[in-house]
């Protein structure tokens, strides 16, 4: 089983609409998570952390579901400037480097 | 502040050759790591350099190799080239190795092999 696994996608949703996505992880004692989005060809940008508690930037929504290995990213009134792939990055216990899923891609159309 | 930097941007290699790609963290950060992104995959860790020295490697051949600089700067050496290196190779640095410390991404460099 992969460590970090995404629905691929693509999810194409019109501008303003919400979008919501999971990614799970396979190793139950992870403790730091983050959400990175990645245009075409660039560079990954972190986006937000994921807290225990969940946390909200603007439109964006991060929720962390322990019992289940899973955290979510909601993305609300959707933009066009939002398209692009979605990057689950989990820190496993004991492990000194990040393991990031596949990612999730995300079309947002006028 | 600046970023994460890397050169150079591209790099076109034929098979065989040996290449060496550079990046400098973002300042007050110790630890740098590289990852290899092929096209439409997802990133593979590559290397992870912490005050000067390798504290994990990925599973990469060792003719993926580098090493770090006392100033913190990193270089990624690649050696007999196959085709299936070619690749967006990114460098990314992290304030002193916490979990809880995301990284941060240079813009890249794209490494084709001909």
């Known amino acids: 089983r992969k460590e970090v696994e995404q629905d691929p996608g693509p999810f194409n949703v019109p501008e303003g609409a919400t979008v919501a996505f999971n990614c799970t992880y396979s190793?139950?004692?992870?403790?730091?998570f983050f959400w990175y989005r990645q245009d075409c060809r660039k560079e990954p940008k972190l986006l937000m952390s994921?807290?225990?508690s969940g946390n909200e930037d603007g439109r964006f929504t991060a929720q962390l579901n322990r019992a289940s290995q899973y955290i979510s990213l909601l993305i609300r009134d959707s933009k066009l400037s939002d398209s692009a792939t979605y990057l689950c990055v989990v820190n496993p216990p004991g492990d000194y480097k990040l393991s990031f899923g596949a990612g999730t891609t995300v079309t947002v159309r006028a | 502040e600046a970023g994460v930097t890397q050169s150079p941007t591209h790099l076109i290699k034929t098979r065989g050759q040996q290449v060496t790609l550079r990046c400098s963290p973002i300042s007050g950060h110790t630890s740098v790591y590289w990852y290899q992104q092929a096209l439409g995959l997802g990133l593979q860790f590559l290397l992870w350099?912490?005050?000067?020295?390798?504290?994990n490697r990925g599973n990469f051949p060792p003719r993926f190799s580098g090493r770090q600089f006392p100033n913190y700067s990193s270089e990624l050496n690649v050696n007999a080239l196959e085709l299936e290196d070619s690749a967006l190779y990114l460098c990314?640095?992290?304030?002193?190795?916490?979990?809880?410390?995301?990284?941060?991404f240079g813009d890249g460099t794209r490494l084709s092999i001909l």
């Open positions: 994921v807290y225990s």
């Open positions: 350099y912490d005050e000067g020295e390798e504290r």
């Open positions: 990314a640095s992290s304030q002193i190795y916490r979990g809880d410390q995301p990284q941060h």
């Open positions: 190793n139950s004692a992870s403790q730091s």
